[in-house]
């Protein structure tokens, strides 16, 4: 099984603010994977897969990077309606997500 | 626009057998994969399982021993089925479905729907 290890589990900042998020699988997986963003009580959304491709009608403030063990997910620029949880997901074997980061407003 | 619905109990008793069904609108099914993604109380998001059009499926490891899936293509509809559930069961259930023929990228989600383990 692949292990994703996302941190931080949770974080403060201020609007305007650029937030970073880290994600690491337990082995090499390339480039697969993907980036969610999960509002409480909504459906999950897909914002970047492939670690760096924005999904469509995704802003640009929204960004992703990495590729074998190691990703990074930034929003440059954080926004009030973007205090949500954050997940990464690998699909180089099976599927798994990491323990999401909840990223809240200052 | 592809919508998808989850459909089932929303309450079933441990030991017992939890079953939804996943009904996709504005798509075939066909060439597609339908994907279960649960999420328990203060949890995270857990893959289930994928199921292909086709049948073929692949399930989550942890769970593969208690749980089985189906495709009905007519219908436009997939299912889930978990068996001999506990409390560590209870969780919102999601359906997904990925934006092309692969099961990687859930672009589409249903609104999910909760399911207690509780007798």
């Known amino acids: 099984d692949i292990h994703m290890t996302q941190s931080p589990s949770s974080l403060s900042a201020s609007v305007g603010d650029r937030v970073t998020i880290t994600c690491q699988a337990s082995?090499?997986?390339?480039?697969?994977l993907n980036w969610y963003q999960h509002i409480s009580g909504r459906a999950p959304k897909l914002l970047i897969y492939d670690a760096s491709t924005l999904e469509t009608g995704v802003p640009s403030r929204f960004s992703g990077s990495g590729s074998g063990r190691d990703f990074t997910f930034t929003i440059s620029g954080l926004q009030p309606e973007d205090v949500a949880t954050y997940y990464c997901q690998q699909y180089d074997v099976l599927l798994t997500f990491g323990g999401g980061t909840k990223v809240e407003i200052k | 626009q592809v919508q998808l619905q989850e459909s089932g109990p929303g309450v079933v008793k441990p030991s017992e057998t939890l079953s939804l069904t996943c009904t996709v609108s504005g798509a075939s099914m066909e060439t597609y994969y339908g994907t279960w993604v649960r999420q328990a109380p203060g949890k995270g998001l857990e893959w289930i399982g994928y199921?292909?059009?086709?049948?073929?499926?692949d399930y989550n490891p942890s769970l593969q021993s208690r749980v089985s899936m189906s495709v009905d293509t007519s219908k436009n509809q997939f299912s889930l089925e978990l068996r001999s559930v506990t409390a560590a069961d209870t969780a919102v259930y999601f359906c997904?479905?990925?934006?092309?023929?692969?099961?990687?990228?859930?672009?589409?989600w249903g609104q999910g729907t909760l399911v207690t383990v509780s007798s």
């Open positions: 997904a479905r990925g934006f092309d023929s692969t099961a990687y990228y859930l672009a589409f």
């Open positions: 082995q090499d997986i390339s480039k697969n």
């Open positions: 199921i292909y059009s086709t049948g073929t499926s």
